[in-house]
């Protein structure tokens, strides 16, 4: 996902440049699904980056513990600024557009996905999860085990909430 961006530096502040990647790509674990929309804005320094889409990626639920696929929102923008108008003593932490003036997305695709994934992953929202005595996954299964008793020192607590609940 890189772009030769050099007419661009030289275009005047504010001319805009829209790509639509159409194929779908992998980075690292992600399927960016085809339909990335990458839209690079001339700055004063530098080029403002636009990216929309939507991804597909693996994990594993948080309840029952199966693996499954799940779409994830790609959206996020970042400056990139030419590694040529760079002190290299300055350290500065920026997404860089190389000597050859070529800007790479994948980075800023990458992160821009893993900040629009969910913390706690679950499979649906209805998963049922699992056993905590057996272990039997409770989206496939009935358990029949019998029902847990509750530690003796939580029966006040369940005495003044029975009423409420």
Same mark, same amino acid.
């Given at each position: 996902m890189r772009y030769n961006v050099s007419q661009l530096l030289l275009s005047p502040t504010g001319t805009s440049s829209k790509f639509q990647i159409e194929s779908d790509s992998e980075i690292e674990d992600i399927l960016v699904l085809g339909g990335l929309t990458v839209s690079m804005y001339k700055m004063h320094e530098g080029i403002w980056v636009d990216i929309l889409g939507q991804g597909k990626m693996e994990a594993i639920c948080s309840r029952c513990v199966n693996e499954f696929e799940y779409l994830v929102d790609i959206q996020g %923008?970042?400056?990139?600024?030419?590694?040529?108008?760079?002190?290299? +003593?300055? @350290?500065?932490?920026?997404?860089?557009?190389?000597d050859r003036h %070529?800007?790479?997305?994948? %980075?800023?695709?990458?992160? *821009?996905?893993?900040? @629009?994934? +969910?913390?706690?992953?679950?499979? *649906?929202? *209805?998963?049922r999860g699992i056993c905590a005595q057996c272990g039997i996954r409770l989206n496939d299964s009935v358990c029949e085990c019998i029902e847990r008793t509750t530690d003796p020192r939580w029966d006040a607590l369940i005495e003044l909430t029975k009423g409420e609940i």
């Amino acid at each position: 996902m890189r772009y030769n961006v050099s007419q661009l530096l030289l275009s005047p502040t504010g001319t805009s440049s829209k790509f639509q990647i159409e194929s779908d790509s992998e980075i690292e674990d992600i399927l960016v699904l085809g339909g990335l929309t990458v839209s690079m804005y001339k700055m004063h320094e530098g080029i403002w980056v636009d990216i929309l889409g939507q991804g597909k990626m693996e994990a594993i639920c948080s309840r029952c513990v199966n693996e499954f696929e799940y779409l994830v929102d790609i959206q996020g %923008e970042q400056q990139y600024i030419s590694v040529l108008d760079i002190d290299p +003593n300055q @350290g500065l932490d920026v997404f860089l557009i190389d000597d050859r003036h %070529e800007l790479d997305v994948q %980075e800023l695709v990458r992160q *821009s996905a893993i900040v @629009g994934d +969910n913390v706690k992953k679950l499979c *649906s929202d *209805s998963c049922r999860g699992i056993c905590a005595q057996c272990g039997i996954r409770l989206n496939d299964s009935v358990c029949e085990c019998i029902e847990r008793t509750t530690d003796p020192r939580w029966d006040a607590l369940i005495e003044l909430t029975k009423g409420e609940i």
